[in-house]
């Protein structure tokens, strides 16, 4: 019976509801349920058990996983909550099954993002200490000189987040526009970055992740061909995932 035991998270990723870190914030949050009581965090499940989130009974896989690249455009809110945000990502793809999206875009920016629901790839994909690929062009409001290259290229130092961000790639493009290529992804890490410079971002568009380009009109999506997943399968297949859970205080203990 252990062997067919299961971490709550693993479950629900599995399960292609969220990914293990949505999970986990689900968890925290007490929307979900084992045979209709609020588990602690880390609790394992069984085959024979009933599991809920917000009430509505949440499976195993009867199919196979999708893999989406989508154009988000400016104003859309990389966020799986239909029920705060109503300019969400999920209900302007309107895709007829349960997906969600592989990290974020801000709100103001615009490109590429990966959407699915297969929990265990998230956080090969997304995990910094992996060092994947992403890469933008941006544009900024003054012209670009080449210190402004080379402090960028050479990593920065965001006081309010506390950590400095990694030597990057950066290209000049035009007087106004550069390309930066990331393996991090800090919180608004590039307009953080130009702000620091005094430089303030216009636009902002990534145009591709890992393997993956930007090649579709803006708001529209493709699924990923099958040389491009092979591709990114390979690329991740010495990944390591981000642990399942943490140890944490259970909720009932918490002051």
Known sequence: MSEDLKRLNKYL?????????????LIDAGRVTINDVIPEMGTKVSPEDVVKVDGEIIGGRKDDFVYLAFNKPVGIVCTTDTRVEKDNIIDYINYPKRIFPIGRLDKPSEGLILLTDDGDIVNKILRASNNHEKEYIVTVDQPISQTFIERMSGGIYIEDLGKRTKKCEVRKIDKFTFSIILTQGLNRQIRRM??????EVQTLKRVRIMNIKLDMSLGKYRELSKEEFKTLSELISESKKTFEATQRTPRKNRR
């Open 194 to 199: 130009c702000e620091y410079l005094n430089y």
């Open 13 to 25: 990723s599995e399960a292609g509801h969220c990914s293990r870190r949505e999970a986990d914030r």
